[in-house]
Antibody
Framework: QVQLVQSGAEVKKPGASVKVSCKAS????????MHWVRQAPGQGLEWMGRINPNSGGTNYAQKFQGRVTMTRDTSISTAYMELSRLRSDDTAVYYCARGKWGEWGQGTLVTVSS | QSVLTQPPSVSGAPGQRVTISCTGSSSNIGAGYDVHWYQQLPGTAPKLLIY???NRPSGVPDRFSGSKSGTSASLAITGLQAEDEADYYC??????????FGGGTKLTVL
């Protein structure tokens, strides 16, 4: 069965960067886009962008342009999302989701605090 | 401020029917882009409930149905059950191919 397993929780200081991983299994990794979505505490869902694991091509939400970088390593079926220049309002649960939206990772809590 | 507008909350008694609206514009839903719906239980990842406006993934009860008309979409839940109490989100795309979500609706089963 399709599984997306994300890396563990992170605590970062303002101004730092965080890199979250999403390891895929149960399907052909290069066959589906991978989306990244975040959810601040008590708030709604916010799309950050997507990566085409086959080509490495990316589309980022305008809000995150210049701060987010999505990459992948096809040899280990893993997608990555790196967010830089962290601020306190970046505190959120970050999810990866397979291109057709039917499968999501378990989420990774990123806490930004001094 | 979400691109798609949902009511913050809806409620209904067990067995009743409730609907959740999702209002967009001519640059997203009205442009013909599909609408998907998600159910999110507390502390868990969203679960795809309806895709392509009105299609249910395998395993989703037929008590859940979706529709789309013009610049809006709706999720209907019939035969409301206690386990349906959750947050519900609509999602579509806009003309810049960005993914857009509604702000979410909290369903309370009375």
């Amino acid at each position: 069965q399709v599984q997306l397993v994300q890396s563990g929780a992170e605590v970062k200081k303002p101004g730092a960067s965080v890199k979250v991983s999403c390891k895929a299994s149960g399907y052909t990794f290069t066959g589906y886009y991978m989306h990244w979505v975040r959810q601040a505490p008590g708030q709604g869902l916010e799309w950050m962008g997507r990566i085409n694991p086959n080509s490495g091509g990316t589309n980022y939400a305008q809000k995150f342009q210049g701060r987010v970088t999505m990459t992948r390593d096809t040899s280990i079926s893993t997608a990555y999302m790196e967010l830089s220049r962290l601020r306190s309002d970046d505190t959120a649960v970050y999810y990866c989701a397979r291109g057709k939206w039917g499968e999501w990772g378990q989420g990774t809590l990123v806490t930004v605090s001094s | 401020q979400s691109v798609l507008t949902q009511p913050p909350s809806v409620s209904g008694a067990p067995g009743q029917r409730v609907t959740i609206s999702c209002t967009g514009s001519s640059s997203n839903i009205g442009a013909g882009y599909d609408v998907h719906w998600y159910q999110q239980l507390p502390g868990t990842a969203p679960k795809l409930l309806i895709y392509g406006n009105s299609n249910r993934p395998s395993g989703v009860p037929d008590r859940f149905s979706g529709s789309k008309s013009g610049t809006s979409a709706s999720l209907a839940i019939t035969g409301l059950q206690a386990e349906d109490e959750a947050d519900y989100y609509c999602q579509s795309y806009d003309s810049s191919l960005e993914v857009v979500f509604g702000g979410g609706t909290k369903l309370t089963v009375l």
